[in-house]
């Protein structure tokens, strides 16, 4: 075996192993991302007893590092969303905000407005 195939080899290894190990990173697409979102927000509405019709509807945004997707809450828009942010790769996945429409600067919560 001649030196340079031995380096060829060696080069497409290295290659086939960080694939194998998922050093390289692809990026998931709008569709994805807007499913695995979809799927959290069910998740939250049936754990919380916030029933999906509280919000409104889903605001999208992709960012350098990932997606954000973002639903108000209702009672409080202006205070409150329920926020979810996928990285790019779609590996990390978490709430960014859950509603609460409790100010920030400790007063009571603003009468909810039906």
């Given at each position: 075996?001649?030196?340079?195939?031995?380096i060829?080899?060696?080069?497409?290894?290295?290659?086939?192993?960080?694939?194998?190990?998922?050093?390289?990173?692809?990026?998931i697409?709008?569709?994805?991302?807007?499913?695995?979102?979809?799927?959290?927000?069910?998740?939250?509405?049936?754990?919380?007893?916030?029933?999906?019709?509280e919000?409104?509807?889903r605001?999208?945004?992709?960012?350098?590092?990932g997606?954000?997707y973002?639903?108000?809450?209702?009672?409080c828009?202006?205070?409150?969303?329920?926020?979810?942010?996928i990285s790019r790769n779609?590996?990390?996945v978490?709430?960014?905000?859950?509603?609460?429409?409790?100010?920030?600067?400790?007063?009571p919560?603003?009468p909810?407005?039906?």
């Amino acid at each position: 075996m001649t030196r340079r195939r031995a380096i060829l080899i060696s080069i497409a290894a290295l290659l086939g192993a960080a694939l194998a190990l998922g050093l390289y990173d692809r990026e998931i697409d709008a569709e994805a991302a807007s499913a695995m979102a979809e799927r959290l927000a069910r998740d939250y509405h049936a754990r919380s007893g916030h029933p999906k019709t509280e919000f409104t509807a889903r605001e999208g945004r992709l960012w350098a590092d990932g997606w954000e997707y973002r639903w108000r809450f209702k009672p409080c828009p202006e205070l409150a969303s329920l926020r979810i942010w996928i990285s790019r790769n779609g590996r990390r996945v978490h709430f960014a905000e859950v509603p609460e429409c409790t100010p920030a600067d400790g007063q009571p919560p603003r009468p909810r407005m039906a």
